[in-house]
């Protein structure tokens, strides 16, 4: 592992104690480092084969006056005060390289306005000398800042980054929380866009030109994508936490989000926590939490990303007499990782020192598994981190014994089912045989009387390996090992008892076999691929995976197989195969097992040596898939979707009860993500299995508590909570009124004006005294992510899914404006019309959601239209003789207008049941009758004239009886208060429905502040007790009862937190009484001195 030295130039380059930062451009071409000593930045460039850096440029704002200072050449930023940096104060928002040569970076600091008091009767306060940073964007190779042309005269920085391509992007929190995008030309950035933030109370992320938003109300993170500004995926972080950072791994797939728990009435250890998530799907795959209050996280990376994944966390502990930086590697998809999972790894930086003076995030780069940074002896290198023979080093040199994912194992199982293509039958013989172990396993595969044995031989112990002995003969050799040694053995009988007794010959079964470095053994068969591993703690051989091509016969279709590894085009020849043709991955992740094959054909897999039992290898895979975080997360989707194309309910709930199991285990974070996998199912779920739908909805009722410690809004019962960030692109009128404000208004009437504050601080004082009591109150989240949302991504999924010749994903614009028009798409909202679900609370909060945002304003609009179109019909044709002509051509424009809006509006809602004249017929016949149509569809009239007829004969013989059936029924209907507020939800429903399908454009379905992932919504305690007294009582109806043990929780939390504050006033009482006493105290002892003053004089006298 050799280092690669960086030339020094004493005229250009710094060295360790000049250096206050380094940055690296976003695809690593460029490395910068920044100088608080001479205010200067040298540029490194890194040549194509990243082997050598040289020190290139030189910015220096003491030698160089090239900069321009006139306006437009610079963007503001506050000045963050820092120890290290006693100039510019903290800069590492705003201080970065892109791959061409620019580098944004501070040149002057300026002072606004000196210090001003501000005395009120209750506080005297001031503000400070308010300090602002110029910051330019400087071209190395010239050495000038380039031209801005920014959409304002002033802005504001929070952030500043450089996107791949070349594009600039500026975040600004102040005066109007808004993103801008700027492009690069010639020698100038121009603006672009202007993004407008929806609140102001997030926390924003960039990390790989993704943007984060964080709630810390919520605890939400939304991840979206910069460029179209579309909604990626949402995280769910536990909001009793303060988020120091949240960045993505280097390839994209996992996220690190890391904070500190806040101090309240019932968390006194402020332990620092890192929470793993899944980048694509959201959920979480674990949490790493010390419960250590001094430790201070510096730094998270995901490394050996592909040859073996582990996760970096260095940190160090603040009230040690000189800091330490501790490295550690641990498992990132381990259920839980605790302090004895973790594995040192001080020796992978043993040539570098981080000094306890130092910052190691401003020090050292961690990227694409290699480090930048100072060594022992003071010179700047580039050095690969991880070395070659990665899992060797992690299992002999580290004494790593932790599971090991490989994502690279891809190509090994691609390359085994190519291979086994062209392998003849006469060398199948070859695959039975001893495989040496790689490190811990060895594995063996004999074809003994008709059957084959598979069998796996565990040893643990310390390997003594000679350095230099490569691993693999290494394991051939049977290296020395410790006589003290843990040994496992496993033998399993492979081969099904069907392909036994078919006419295929069993030594055949097996085609390709091969170990994986992290000790599985992967197989190409006539069933297809699996891959099996050695359970230590169960001391059993088990299946880890198994594809297939989903068929009926044996034998497996090469090309499905590969497909579902990587993308492939339809020209694609498996029997011409070449590595270099295949495009990418389709995921960092192996793709979904073949779980409906393995549903459909569960065969008996006969174990030996007997007299052990039968095991069914493919119902064991199916059970660990549904009891294991890991799997469920990745892939439960395709699993639900498995399930119910083979109606199995019984399944079903097996993974309904794993999904809440993983979320009652997960006692602080609110991981209830894993529902996702229900919710992308579940309007084939309500189709096919309504039973257990009725149940799944009711049970999971409770289950989604949110903690939030700040509850000042006053919300009715079942309403929603907060209001959800979104981007969106400025129009031209908010741009205009952009202008004004930050040109003209907000410099006059700015809050840091100290009239403005008094008056902002009255008016609070003011207001509080008239806010009505809160009530008693949780929250708790809709469960069902995208169920109310327009989720194109799972739409395209679909469309592919049905259709192999589509080559790129395609979303809603590329619909037809016919098919828009007739034919909208529905949500899973429309979709499901159910009693049950609608009589939950969920239900209920969602219709009232969506009335509250949007439902309500388009009823009042379509019923004032409605109005306008009746009394205009109504004022022609009455008042004709009273009104001029020239009136009347008016109202009677309306009157056409509207009246073709309404029948083009009628038309589309039944454009189904009028295709064809029979169901137009029918339909008519049912909207006349019965005022609806819904018991018509086209299939009784395409198919069936007989039952067309028998219908409608049924329907007027009937019709007599249920009219004087319903005159007896009306009364007793009116006292139940229960149906009535039903059938009010399903009214609201209906209208909601129609204005989703007919009145609302594309661009508003995707509006996320009225379609968001998911919503929260206040539930008063009174109500809530009662319906858990109703739940617990013998007169409960439904079939199944919510699970109430999280909302129990969380209303003796409640209380603990409000007879906290109650104890918490009294003390503050307390403490303004002892004031208000010390004071009295003091005028007491000045009266009395006065006393005995005047008591002395008079005795003198």
């Not at 040859?307 to 009230?319: E, F, T």
């Not at 016969?553 to 590969?562: A, F, N």
């Amino acid at each position: 592992m050799v280092d690669t030295l960086i030339s020094i130039d004493d005229n250009i380059a710094h060295d360790r104690e000049q250096v206050t930062m380094i940055m690296c451009s976003p695809k690593m071409q460029n490395i910068v480092t920044w100088s608080n000593k001479d205010n200067s930045a040298v540029c490194w460039c890194v040549s194509d084969n990243q082997q050598k850096l040289e020190p290139k440029h030189k910015i220096s704002l003491e030698n160089n006056k090239k900069y321009n200072n006139c306006d437009k050449y610079f963007v503001y930023s506050k000045h963050n005060e820092s120890e290290l940096s006693k100039n510019f104060g903290d800069i590492k928002n705003y201080f970065t390289v892109s791959d061409d040569k620019f580098v944004s970076m501070p040149f002057e600091k300026i002072k606004e306005e000196d210090e001003i008091k501000v005395v009120t009767k209750d506080d005297n306060s001031k503000i400070n000398d308010v300090e602002r940073i110029k910051v330019g964007i400087f071209n190395f190779e010239t050495g000038k800042n380039l031209f801005l042309n920014l959409p304002y005269s002033e802005i504001i920085v929070e952030t500043l980054a450089f996107l791949d391509g070349d594009k600039l992007i500026m975040i600004s929190k102040e005066p109007l929380y808004r993103i801008y995008i700027f492009t690069q030309g010639n020698n100038e950035f121009i603006h672009q866009s202007t993004i407008k933030m929806e609140t102001y109370n997030e926390q924003i992320f960039l990390s790989n030109g993704k943007l984060f938003i964080y709630d810390g109300i919520l605890g939400s993170i939304t991840k979206w994508d910069i460029n179209t500004l579309k909604f990626e995926a949402y995280f769910l972080f536990d909001n009793s936490f303060d988020v120091d950072n949240m960045k993505l791994s280097d390839n994209g797939a996992l996220l690190f989000v890391y904070g500190k728990k806040r101090e309240d009435n019932l968390h006194k250890d402020p332990y620092p926590c890192i929470s793993i998530y899944s980048a694509e799907h959201g959920n979480k795959f674990t949490a790493c939490k010390y419960h250590d209050k001094t430790v201070i996280i510096d730094a998270v990376n995901l490394i050996a990303s592909d040859i073996g994944a582990r996760l970096l966390i260095v940190d160090h502990k603040k009230n040690e007499e000189e800091k330490k930086y501790q490295y550690h590697l641990c498992d990132p998809f381990a259920p839980y990782i605790s302090k004895e999972n973790y594995v040192k790894a001080d020796k992978l930086f043993e040539d570098f020192e981080a000094k306890s003076s130092e910052i190691f995030e401003n020090k050292f780069i961690l990227k694409n598994d290699k480090i930048v940074g100072f060594n022992k002896s003071g010179t700047l290198v580039i050095k690969k981190l991880i070395p070659d023979n990665w899992i060797f080093y992690l299992r002999d040199t580290l004494k790593d014994s932790n599971r090991i994912f490989i994502s690279s194992a891809s190509e090994k199982i691609i390359d085994l089912i190519v291979k086994c293509k062209e392998t003849t039958e006469e060398a199948t013989t070859d695959v039975y045989k001893e495989y040496p172990k790689k490190y811990f396993v060895t594995w063996t595969l004999k074809n003994e009387n008709m059957n084959i044995f598979l069998t796996a031989e565990f040893k643990n112990g310390e390997t003594k390996t000679d350095s230099k002995t490569d691993s693999k003969t290494d394991s051939k050799t049977d290296s020395k090992t410790d006589s003290k040694t843990d040994s496992k053995t496993d033998s399993i009988q492979i081969v099904s008892e069907s392909y036994i007794n078919s006419v295929k010959d069993v030594k055949g079964f097996v085609k390709e076999c091969d170990c994986l470095d992290n000790d599985d053994l992967v197989m190409v068969t006539d069933l297809g691929v699996l891959i099996w591993t050695f359970n230590i703690k169960n001391k059993k051989i088990e299946l880890n995976y198994r594809w297939d091509d989903e068929g009926n016969s044996w034998g497996c279709d090469k090309k499905k197989l590969i497909k579902l590894f990587y993308e492939i085009d339809e020209k694609f020849d498996e029997n011409n195969f070449d590595k270099k043709i295949l495009k990418k991955k389709k995921s960092y992740f192996f793709p979904p097992p073949s779980y409906i094959s393995m549903i459909r054909y569960n065969h008996a897999h006969s174990q030996s040596p007997p007299p052990k039992d039968d095991r069914f290898f493919f119902n064991e895979l199916i059970e660990k898939h549904i009891n294991n975080k890991f799997f469920l997360i990745l892939y439960g989707q395709k699993l639900i979707e498995d399930i119910i194309k083979e109606d199995e309910e019984t399944l079903l709930r097996k993974v309904l009860n794993g999904c809440i199991k993983q979320i009652e285990n997960d006692e602080e974070t609110l991981n209830t993500q894993i529902f996702k996998i229900f919710s992308q199912s579940i309007t084939e779920i309500f189709k096919n299995n309504l039973s257990f739908f009725e149940d799944f909805v009711i049970q999971i009722s409770f289950l989604c508590v949110l903690k939030v410690e700040k509850k000042d809004q006053v919300l009715n019962h079942l309403n929603h909570y907060q209001n959800y960030s979104s981007l969106s692109e400025l129009t031209h009128l908010e741009s205009l009124f952009d202008t004004i404000y930050i040109s003209f208004l907000y410099q006059k009437f700015t809050t840091s004006n100290p009239y403005i504050k008094y008056i902002n601080s009255l008016y609070e004082k003011i207001i509080s005294k008239f806010k009505p009591r809160i009530p008693p109150q949780i929250f708790l989240m809709f469960p069902l992510p995208n169920f109310a949302a327009y989720d194109e991504k799972v739409e395209n999924d679909k469309k592919v899914e049905n259709d192999e010749k589509v080559e790129n994903d395609k979303n809603v614009e590329n619909d037809s404006f016919l098919k828009k028009l007739f034919k909208p798409r529905a949500s899973p909202f429309i979709k499901i019309d159910n009693s049950t679900f609608y009589d939950t609370w969920n239900g209920e909060a969602l219709i009232n959601f969506k009335w509250n945002t949007f439902g309500r304003n388009y009823y009042l609009a379509i019923w004032l239209l409605y109005l306008v179109f009746s009394s205009s019909f109504i004022i022609v044709a009455t008042l004709s003789d009273y009104i001029s002509w020239q009136c009347q051509k008016i109202l009677l424009i309306i009157t056409a207008v509207l009246g073709f809006w309404h029948l083009l509006l009628e038309i589309h809602t039944g454009i189904n049941m009028f295709i064809e004249l029979g169901s137009a017929i029918l339909a008519s016949y049912y909207m006349m009758v019965t005022g609806d149509s819904a018991p018509v569809s086209e299939w009784v009239s395409s198919e069936d004239l007989i039952i067309m007829a028998l219908m409608i004969f049924f329907s007027f013989f009937i019709l007599t009886y249920l009219m004087n059936l319903f005159i007896g029924i009306l009364g007793s209907l009116l006292g139940d208060t229960k149906d009535n507020h039903l059938a009010y939800l399903k009214l609201k429903k209906e209208i909601i429905e129609e204005i989703e399908l007919f009145y609302l454009s594309s661009s508003q379905k995707r509006n996320y502040k009225w379609f968001p992932y998911t919503f929260y919504y206040s539930v008063h305690i009174s109500e809530l007790r009662k319906f858990i007294s109703e739940i617990n009582s013998n007169d409960w109806e439904e079939s199944t009862k919510p699970i109430i043990t999280k909302v129990m929780k969380a209303i003796k939390d409640e209380k603990q937190e409000s007879e906290a504050d109650k104890i918490q006033k009294i003390y503050k009482t307390q403490e303004s009484e002892a004031v208000q006493i010390q004071k009295i105290q003091k005028m007491l002892n000045k009266v009395m001195e006065k006393f005995d003053i005047q008591f002395s004089e008079e005795d003198d006298n």
